[in-house]
């Protein structure tokens, strides 16, 4: 189980309690769930599509610049006359998937000097959507990750597999055609924009399915193991939600570094923990992560509930937590306020209690496409949806049935 829930600029007092190497990221992990991935909202307007264009709709402006219209059309790749409607699912008041959600025509979105509009072609479904699409728990909406009354923006969606249709002017590096994946603005549609430094080449061996799946739980696994738990070859890892997004890469990446692996979940799920590599499996049901004697280097702890004492008891005297997520459930905090107890706690005990910040960027993202190009990473995909079904994507997930990744495919 894994989640992320919302993204930007770090408060002080969260890049605080980074690894020093990470402190330009953006806030990603913090509430558990099923796969710590969440959306980074971009507005999308819906027009009706041959209605006139005011002055006003012809020259945008961006950072106190007025574009033109023919400026814009060549960063585009499209012209005035040229039909830019695209089908994307979208919602206009929050609530849950089936009720919000529907299939739409809506104008496709345009993109600026340094961005990249993609051709979508798969886009990842995670838990970090259902809290956009929520507005829950209320914090998101007091911080201004997404709107007070409604949602800010029409379109969800981040992880993201497609083809570059069009580059900015200050793009370098990418070009059309080019396959990619990575983190992008409303991947719930046929076309989304991303800027460049959040895209890498799509990994030879993967169909774009199995990319889209890769990206934000990839990178939040990534950088748990390796910056949060700086995790040793010879080391006891135990991973608390092993079969969710993030958790089966977790398993993975942390073999990869050479560490002994404790995976924790269901019953139905400990065959897939298993055959992604992990050492041992706890189910959750009949065993308790505290209790067997084991004590371990690095835990991983990813939307989970267990409070801060009872995840200390199951780390050796200096060993180190790392907590990606909560689902406690509460409207208001959704258990985010053990993240911050954590690295508070740490200050005063000789072990290392931490939250972790996913930072979304090209260079983790070419990490992950070495370990998946040489079979040391495969992502895990239990279903994929239509674009039309993306409501039904949601729910399956939300439901707990989902046994790693769940993708929508555009």
């Known amino acids: 189980m894994t989640a992320t829930w919302f993204q930007g600029p770090a408060p002080d007092f969260i890049a605080a309690s980074r690894p020093a190497s990470r402190a330009g990221g953006s806030i990603l ?46 960063a585009t790749g499209h012209g005035t006359a040229e039909a830019v409607a ?11 998937a089936e009720d919000v959600m529907r299939l739409a025509e809506i104008d496709r979105p345009e993109i600026g000097e340094g961005e990249v509009l993609l051709r979508v072609r798969a886009a990842g479904v995670d838990r970090g959507v259902w809290h956009l699409m929520t507005g829950l728990p209320y914090l998101l909406r007091v911080i201004g990750y997404c709107g007070v009354r409604a ?12 083809r570059v249709e069009a580059v900015g002017a200050d793009v370098t590096g990418l070009r059309p055609g080019d396959e990619v994946y990575g983190v992008a603005d409303g991947a719930f549609a046929e076309y989304a924009v991303a800027t460049a430094d959040k895209l890498a080449p799509k990994p030879r061996n993967l169909s774009a399915e199995q990319a889209a799946a890769v990206p934000i739980s990839g990178l939040t696994a ?41 995976g924790v979940c269901s019953r139905a799920k400990v065959d897939l923990v ?7 499996v706890i189910d959750y049901a009949v065993g308790d992560i505290a209790d067997d004697g084991q004590r371990y280097d690095v835990v991983l702890d990813i939307g989970g509930h267990r409070s801060l004492t009872h995840l200390r008891r199951a780390l050796t005297a ?12 509460g409207r208001w905090l959704g258990g985010f306020d053990r993240s911050l107890r954590a690295p508070l706690l740490s200050r005063f005990v000789r072990q290392t209690l931490t939250m972790l910040a996913n930072s979304e960027n090209a260079s983790d993202l070419m990490v992950l496409t070495d370990l998946i190009e040489s079979d040391e990473v495969t992502p895990a995909i239990d279903r994929i949806y239509p ?15 989902a046994q790693g990744k769940v993708v929508v495919t555009v």
């Not at 200096?318 to 459930?329: A, H, K, W």
């Open 222 to 262: 990534l950088q748990a193991v390796r910056d949060g738990g700086q995790v040793q070859p010879g080391q006891k890892v135990l991973i608390i939600g092993a079969s969710g997004g993030v958790g089966t890469f977790a398993v993975q990446v942390a073999r990869a570094y050479g560490a002994h692996v404790t």
């Open 151 to 162: 949602p800010r923006t029409r379109v969800r969606g981040s992880d993201v597999a497609g």
């Open 318 to 329: 200096t060993g180190r937590l790392v907590i990606i997520g909560s689902e406690t459930g």
């Open 86 to 96: 695209m089908k994307a699912i979208v919602q206009d008041s929050y609530g849950e």
């Open 29 to 74: 992990h913090f509430l558990g769930g099923q796969t710590a991935d969440v959306v980074g909202e971009r507005a999308v307007a819906q027009t009706k599509i041959g209605a006139p264009q005011n002055d006003r709709h012809r020259n945008q402006r961006r950072d106190g610049r007025v574009i033109s219209t023919e400026e814009r059309n060549r």
């Open 274 to 280: 298993r055959s992604l590599g992990a050492d041992n």
């Open 387 to 401: 674009l039309s079904e993306t409501p039904a994507a949601i729910r399956y997930l939300i439901d707990g049935h």
